[in-house]
């Protein structure tokens, strides 16, 4: 009863004059942008991962500049950079050849910013997964007949998968966090969300507690959907002793 009487547990209802709307709605944001740049992430991973392997030394060297910069330089910086330059530079370019300014979204500058740095942490982890492969199997696969494209989509992707899903689950989780970052540049996602009903009604305890359930249910349902391709991924696989 005492702990009831402390704690305004209305503050947290779906209606005015809780503030539960509110932070649900931060919290979608928060995975809008997770999933967005997650996503845009990988497609850069891939893309980066393949071309440090195969690609010439010019497109080698690019690669490296880009994931070694956005590996040294840190994230609230980068962000910072990103987002006020990125979107300045963008309309200077328009601007340039006569188009007019565009409102660039904070839902569209938010995935932009997490999928660049999402993109050179994700290509490392692919160029590991795809140098694990052992070059037996993909010799194999040649001296069968295959054509390149064949190889890589029956050998080398399906045999990187589980040693690159411990990584790319981890750069999930770190991305459904990297979104608390984006608060600094006034997008109302969840950090934000909780800080303007902490401020609101001064119950900084019950929303910063509140908001970090809201994180923990988001990691342990990504853990449960994590481990079950985890172990798809792996089947057929000898565990190595």
């Known amino acids: 009863m005492a702990a009831d009487s402390i704690i305004n547990w209305s503050l ?3 209606s005015a004059p809780g503030w539960g709307g509110v932070l649900l709605q931060g919290f979608l944001h928060s995975i809008q942008i997770a999933v967005g740049g997650y996503a845009l992430g990988l497609l850069l991973g891939v893309g ?3 071309g440090k392997l195969y690609g010439g030394p010019v497109t080698r060297d690019l690669l490296e500049c880009y994931t070694t910069i956005v590996r040294a330089v840190p994230e609230l910086v980068l962000i910072l950079l990103l987002y006020y330059a990125g979107t300045d530079l963008l309309n200077q370019l328009l601007g340039a050849v ?3 300014a565009v409102d660039i979204s904070g839902l569209m500058a938010g995935i932009f910013v997490i999928g660049v740095v999402q993109g050179a942490y994700s ?9 694990a492969v052992p070059a ?7 001296a069968y007949g295959m054509s390149p494209g064949k190889v890589l989509r029956r050998v080398t992707l399906p045999a990187m998968l589980p040693y690159a899903i411990p990584g790319l689950a981890n750069l999930w989780l770190i991305a459904t966090k990297d979104t608390a970052l984006l608060a600094v540049v006034g997008f109302s996602e969840l950090t934000l969300a909780t800080r303007q009903a902490a401020g609101a009604t001064k119950a900084y305890l019950l929303f910063f507690c509140a908001a970090g359930a809201l994180y923990l249910a988001l990691t342990l349902v990504s853990n449960v ?3 079950a391709l985890e172990r798809h991924a792996r089947r057929g696989f000898v565990e190595q002793r």
Do not use: Y
């Open 98 to 100: 006569g188009f007019e």
């Open 123 to 131: 290509t490392e982890v692919l160029r590991g997964a795809i140098k």
């Open 136 to 142: 037996g199997q993909i010799e194999a696969a040649r």
């Open 12 to 14: 947290l209802s779906l």
């Open 225 to 227: 959907f994590i481990g």
């Open 48 to 50: 980066g991962a393949f």
